[in-house]
Nanobody, 123 residues
Framework: QVQLVESGGGLVQAGGSLRLSCAASGSIFSIDDMGWYRQAPGKQRELVAQITTIGTTNYADSVKGRFTISRDNAKNTVFLQMNSLKPEDTAVYYC?????????????????WGEGTLVTVSS
């Protein structure tokens, strides 16, 4: 009932930049926190950045000062600007959102995930 679609991944050289986008659509009453996670080959999925509805942000230590998360509440979209990319940033990046799903009966909370977008940083 709710879909998250990421875009903006790709191949970039070390030191370069990419901007990821994630748009949520479907039966959405409201969205609370949104965020980005990543999973590198052979590693567990980890939090990259989170943002609340009022713009409070939280970052993993490894990306502080290089990545910036933002959102457009009117468009149910979250962004991740990634600068000064390093080979160790190579991973599949997943969008995440705490959604209050709208139904005919009652609304309910659900943690939604996108399918992921691959970011590859070459050295």
């Amino acid at each position: 009932q709710v879909q998250l679609v990421e875009s903006g991944g790709g191949l970039v050289q070390a030191g370069g930049s990419l901007r990821l986008s994630c748009a949520a659509s479907g039966s959405i009453f409201s969205i609370d926190d949104m965020g980005w996670y990543r999973q590198a080959p052979g590693k567990q999925r980890e939090l990259v950045a989170q943002i609340t509805t009022i713009g409070t942000t939280n970052y993993a230590d490894s990306v502080k000062g290089r990545f910036t998360i933002s959102r457009d509440n009117a468009k149910n979209t979250v962004f991740l600007q990634m600068n000064s990319l390093k080979p160790e940033d190579t991973a599949v990046y997943y969008c995440n959102a705490d959604v209050l799903v709208r139904t005919k009966g009652f609304n309910y909370g659900e943690v939604c995930w996108g399918e992921g977008t691959l970011v590859t940083v070459s050295s």
